[in-house]
């Protein structure tokens, strides 16, 4: 079963998608006929989802990111420092800038999501802009999100409560992509970060606080989302409860 | 510069750090282990970071694959000159897993493992590749990359894209049909 070389690289660019419409149709035509190109089609997509298998632990240790941010985080203005300081002076930055609710919150167990998405919409606020796609208009930025993720994130309008919808960005939490929407209260921001439950390692409290900004998560249909803002804490409840209830009545699964 | 340093900073993360996991997977097929690896990531990170402003938009990921791939290649050339050696730190991994899996809460279906088994002799396989076949190869079935975008971070034509991967596919086949044990 070993192909002309004329057809193997013909099979290689089917494979691959590389081969024009007309010349994969008549490609497919061949294969319906010849029992033998079949098979040696059928042998290279077994060989792809071997290969693929096991992708989901092939992924770098939690901390990679952690230690590439510290490395390169943040220098100060102007100045050329070697990195430790630099990530020295980052920290003690930041832990100035936030509100100091503080860390005797922290590291309780489940909590490092949270603390991811917080530190997503910290990052989010210090951006050149909150959002990556920036509309107003939730069926802009709902398909935007299309082909981003794996699935698709439900995006309520909320202006009429008070709470405008200024756009949505993709953050990276746990190492995977997640929607995020983001949302203004007065002069304050809201992120509301999206994700499948099954990716949350245990369920993520109910509230969290770090650094001045408070996040509340719910689940919901197999959807894990997290709250974020620096608003007072009622606003980002009520948020919460409008959210949920338009996310329930206003979004038909497309 | 202040703006520029804070500009820098923000377009790394948006351009370099989404791509980490794609960055250790090919870092890990090409050097071997995973703390190989993500020394790899981490050395990549730091060239990327200086040539930041040098990335003129378009498709970060092929950038960012392009930087990881260069610095594996400076690396196995100071650490693995002879690219042998590579096998069996995977291997290891390899057989890590299937002991991971099978002892993991006794009902694993058979058939799951059967798969693992299978994909760990293809891993040998692909491990054993010399390392221009190996690339093309993963860079189109772990990341996905179109053949223009594998010329691109490999740096070769189009068309040799094509007639690699046809060679590493055939070459794979034959592993497993013939030497696989």
Not at chain 1, 160 to 167: F, S, V
Request: cysteine-free; charged content about 25%; hydrophobic content about 45%.
């Amino acid at each position: 079963m070993t192909l002309a070389k004329e057809d193997e690289l013909l099979v290689t660019a089917y494979l691959d998608g590389e081969l024009p419409p007309l010349e994969a149709n008549r490609l497919e035509q061949r294969i319906s006929s010849e029992p033998a190109l079949a098979a040696e089609i059928e042998a290279y997509r077994l060989l792809r989802v071997a290969l693929r298998a096991d992708l989901d632990e092939d992924v770098p240790s939690s901390d990679l990111k952690n230690r590439i941010q510290l490395r390169l985080s943040l220098p100060r203005p102007g100045r050329s420092r070697p990195w430790t300081s630099l990530a020295a002076s980052f920290l003690a930055g930041a832990v100035l800038a936030g509100a100091l609710i503080s860390g005797a919150l922290r590291h309780q167990a489940g909590d490092e999501l949270a603390s991811e998405v917080v530190s997503a919409h910290i990052r989010g606020l210090m951006a050149p802009a909150p959002a990556d796609v920036a509309s107003s208009d939730h069926h802009t930025v709902k398909p935007w999100f299309n082909g981003k993720l794996a699935f698709a994130p439900v995006v309520p309008d909320l202006g009429a409560q008070g709470y405008p919808l200024i756009g949505g960005r993709i953050d990276v939490i746990g190492l995977e992509p997640t929607a995020s929407l983001v949302y203004s209260r007065g002069k304050h921001l809201i992120s509301v970060t999206e994700m499948p439950t099954g990716r949350a390692p245990s369920p993520p409290g109910a509230s969290y606080a770090e650094r001045g900004y408070l996040a509340l998560s719910w689940s919901d249909g197999g959807v894990t989302y997290f709250a974020v803002s620096d608003a007072a804490p009622q606003e980002l409840e009520t948020f919460v409860k409008l959210f949920k209830a338009a996310a329930a009545t206003g979004a038909p699964p497309l | 510069m202040d703006v520029d340093d804070t500009t820098d900073q923000a377009r790394f993360a948006e351009v370099f750090l989404p791509h980490l996991v794609d960055a250790f997977r090919l870092a890990r097929w090409l050097a071997g282990s995973r703390t190989d690896a993500e020394d790899i990531v981490q050395e990549a990170s730091l060239r990327a970071f200086k040539a930041i402003r040098g990335f003129g938009g378009g498709d970060s990921r092929a950038w960012v694959l392009t930087i990881v791939r260069n610095t594996s290649y400076t690396w196995l050339t100071k650490n693995r000159p002879q690219a042998v050696v590579l096998k069996e730190d995977l291997d290891a991994v390899a057989r890590n897993r299937i002991d991971q899996s099978s002892g993991a809460e006794g009902e694993t279906p058979e058939t799951v493992l059967i798969a693992k088994i299978e994909a760990q002799e293809i891993r040998k396989a692909v491990v054993a590749l010399p390392i221009p076949f190996r690339e093309v190869l993963v860079l189109r079935e772990i990341h996905g990359l179109n053949y223009r975008a594998i010329a691109e971070v490999a740096d070769i034509p189009i068309g040799t894209v094509m007639s690699r991967l046809a060679r590493a596919r055939r070459l794979l086949l034959g592993a497993m049909s013939g030497g696989g044990s």
